[in-house]
């Protein structure tokens, strides 16, 4: 490998090997062959085309058919072969997105047919993507499936925002909730007054329709409504977009901006980090503040 000059984010000078090109390096790991009839489940993370993963890479080259969801960024399918057809299957001009079923049947014909069919999803196909279901109507049918995990908007799109979704002096655990069920409702059967209690940072996707109900149970079960909050709309995308709010303000602060989806939304102290860690902001200008949990001045007073 060459050796070259890099510039780091931090604006430091140092000397690291030069990335090699994605295509060399999926030979280099012969990453597997996609063989006519197999359906891959792929993740094609939140957006940033730099997120997909070799795997996803390797796949788009060999795909037949690419069947995308609404959240996958076109950006993402430019990779697909010339040859391969592109095939929409999220909701489309005011129309009803086809149902669950329609699209594990679409997907079984197509195998049948043996093409390379790949499923493409916006995030991680596991992570509120009903990737699950999809995998297990294809076990039902006999069709071979593969896995590519992606970047989850709830990690890699909240690292883009500067957030960390963990951070030693904050929090333990992390939990992922969804604020919309399959009919559109706030979901009823998860023990909010235990997540409000139990979860020091919670992670919201698909909430944005639901968040002033949700923020105000959090906040009849304990949680402070000066806690900050944070929503990430087309996170890791150009126009990402940043909302800083407060649990008791975060409702009227969407309504107030036309806050829009799709927004991946965060809830805790995490969000403080944000001062110290917005290296995007920083590559704007941003000066990012040094000790932003003031944890070092404190240990220097006690
Ligand atoms: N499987 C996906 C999640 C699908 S559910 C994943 O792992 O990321 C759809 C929700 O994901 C959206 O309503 C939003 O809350 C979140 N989401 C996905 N991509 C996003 C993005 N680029 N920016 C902000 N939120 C996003």
């Given at each position: 490998?060459?050796?070259r000059?890099?510039?780091?984010?931090?604006?430091?000078?140092?000397?690291?090997?030069?990335?090699?090109?994605?295509?060399?390096?999926?030979?280099?790991?012969?990453?597997?062959?996609?063989?006519?009839?197999?359906?891959?489940?792929?993740?094609?993370?939140?957006?940033?085309?730099?997120?997909?993963?070799?795997?996803?890479?390797?796949?788009?080259?060999?795909?037949?058919?690419?069947?995308?969801?609404?959240?996958?960024?076109?950006?993402?399918?430019?990779?697909?072969?010339?040859?391969?057809?592109?095939e929409?299957?999220?909701?489309?001009?005011?129309?009803?997105?086809?149902?669950?079923?329609?699209?594990?049947?679409?997907?079984?014909?197509?195998?049948?047919?043996?093409?390379?069919?790949?499923?493409?999803k916006?995030?991680?196909?596991?992570v509120?993507?009903?990737?699950?279901?999809?995998?297990?109507?294809?076990?039902?049918?006999?069709?071979?499936?593969?896995?590519?995990?992606?970047?989850?908007?709830?990690?890699?799109?909240?690292?883009?925002?500067?957030?960390?979704?963990?951070?030693?002096?904050?929090?333990?655990?992390?939990?992922?909730?969804?604020?919309?069920?399959a009919?559109?409702?706030?979901?009823?059967?998860?023990d909010?007054?235990?997540?409000?209690?139990?979860?020091?940072?919670?992670?919201?996707?698909?909430?944005?329709?639901?968040?002033?109900?949700?923020?105000?149970?959090?906040?009849?079960?304990?949680?402070?409504?000066?806690?900050?909050v944070?929503?990430?709309?087309?996170?890791?995308?150009?126009?990402?977009?940043?909302?800083?709010?407060?649990?008791?303000?975060?409702?009227?602060?969407?309504?107030?901006?036309?806050?829009?989806?799709?927004?991946?939304?965060?809830?805790?102290?995490?969000?403080?980090?944000?001062?110290?860690?917005?290296?995007?902001?920083?590559?704007?200008?941003?000066?990012?503040?040094?000790?932003?949990?003031?944890?070092?001045a404190k240990k220097?007073?006690?």
């Open positions: 490998m060459t050796e000059k890099v510039i780091s984010l931090t604006g430091g000078r140092k000397t690291k090997r030069a990335p090699q090109m994605a295509d060399d390096a999926a030979a280099r790991l012969a990453l597997p062959a996609f063989e006519p009839g197999w359906v891959w489940l792929v993740g094609a993370g939140p957006g940033d085309p730099g997120l997909l993963t070799l795997h996803a890479l390797n796949a788009l080259k060999q795909a037949d058919i690419v069947v995308y969801d609404a959240l996958v960024d076109e950006t993402v399918l430019q990779f697909a072969s010339a040859r391969a057809t592109l929409y299957s999220g909701k489309r001009g005011g129309k009803p997105s086809p149902k669950q079923r329609d699209i594990s049947a679409r997907l079984i014909e197509l195998a049948r047919q043996g093409k390379r069919v790949l499923r493409l916006g995030g991680d196909p596991f509120f993507g009903r990737g699950g279901e999809e995998a297990l109507a294809l076990v039902d049918a006999g069709i071979p499936f593969r896995l590519v995990p992606g970047v989850t908007a709830g990690v890699g799109g909240l690292g883009y925002a500067g957030i960390p979704v963990t951070h030693r002096d904050i929090n333990h655990a992390v939990t992922f909730v969804t604020g919309h069920m009919g559109g409702a706030i979901p009823e059967n998860l909010w007054p235990s997540i409000a209690k139990g979860s020091p940072v919670i992670v919201l996707y698909m909430a944005l329709s639901h968040l002033g109900a949700i923020a105000k149970r959090l906040i009849e079960n304990g949680r402070r409504a000066d806690e900050p944070a929503l990430v709309r087309n996170a890791t995308l150009k126009d990402q977009q940043v909302l800083e709010t407060t649990l008791g303000t975060a409702a009227a602060d969407v309504a107030r901006t036309d806050f829009k989806a799709p927004a991946i939304i965060v809830i805790g102290d995490v969000v403080r980090l944000r001062e110290g860690l917005d290296w995007l902001g920083a590559l704007e200008g941003r000066i990012l503040k040094r000790d932003p949990l003031n944890v070092r220097d007073a006690g």
